[in-house]
Nanobody, 121 residues
């Protein structure tokens, strides 16, 4: 059974940094792609960053240059380093798994429970 557990959310001021973590279990880690999504209020979840099972990464235009996705394959843990945070980054952040692409909701096979990030101005 796939389990994805996020941690590391919190409240920061604009310009600050946070690092999110996602502990993954229940699947052959190296064969999956893993990504981060975020959601605010009643809006649809949007893809933030995806690291494919070949190690390549893609980012949403809104976070490129500020966020970095990485992983520790030995620890089966995914990370999202967020810098220069803005109030518009305030959202619930979700870890997600897929077979290849992980940039849109239809790509996703499994979701974590989410961790809240709040950025104040």
């Amino acid at each position: 059974q796939v389990k994805l557990m996020e941690s590391g959310g919190g409240s920061v001021q604009s310009g600050g940094s946070l690092r999110l973590s996602c502990a993954a279990s229940g699947f052959t880690y190296s064969t999956y792609s893993l990504g981060w999504f975020r959601q605010t209020g009643g809006n649809q979840r949007e893809g933030v960053a995806c690291i494919h099972n070949d190690g390549s990464a893609t980012y949403a235009d809104s976070v490129a240059g500020r966020f970095t996705i990485s992983q520790d394959t030995a620890r089966h843990t995914l990370y999202l380093q967020m810098t220069n945070l803005k109030p518009d980054d305030t959202a619930m952040y979700y870890c997600a798994s897929s077979g290849w692409d992980c940039t849109t909701v239809p790509d996703i096979w499994d979701w974590g429970q989410g961790t809240q990030v709040t950025v104040s101005s």
